[in-house]
């Protein structure tokens, strides 16, 4: 079995699907660990803020087939793919790690690089996995997140409940609309 790290983000319906995405997640690989959920400005695009997480799974799925499964997921949730890279989402589910693979395969690179640039990766990553090690920069997602200058994105954790489990709780008082 594969230790797998994805990261989930919605800026359409955001709680609505990212609780589907959970729950499809839990059907199809068990038992999940899951960071807080995070609330973000959207990143490469003005839009509506997104709802972001780290989800932790084991499979025995090989790193494509993996990401065919997670395809079929977003668009279960209605992905549209024919907009531009950077536009609004019902549900993007990102691999970022797959055990301390490192390279491309199946069409996925890894580890993503997404993971040292947008907080809203980072520090759900590093709550899940504060002493495991990036696989290119050998430093722990807990001193990564340490040095990473988090001035540059905002980011505040939210409200949000799966399967009448609290998974994270409003640390702020800043908290927008549920949709």
Known sequence: MSRVYLSLGSNIDRYRHIAAALDALALRFGELTISTVY???????????????????????????????????????????????????????????????????????????????????????????????HPVAQKTYRSLWQEYDSAQQKLWAVSFEWRGRQISQLNTARQTSDD
Not at 60 to 67: G, I, M, N, P
Not at 104 to 124: C, W
């Open 39 to 133: 609330e973000s400005e959207a990143v490469g695009f003005a839009g509506s803020n997104f709802l972001n997480l780290v989800v932790g799974i084991e499979t025995a799925e090989s790193l494509a087939d993996l990401s065919q499964t997670l395809k079929q997921i977003e668009d279960a949730n209605g992905r549209d793919r024919s907009g531009p890279k950077f536009s609004p989402r019902t549900l993007d589910i990102d691999i970022l790690t797959y055990d301390d693979f490192c390279g491309e395969a199946g069409g996925v690179q890894l580890p993503r690089d997404e993971i040292t640039k947008n907080a809203f990766v980072l520090l759900p990553l590093s709550e899940l996995a504060p002493e495991q090690r």
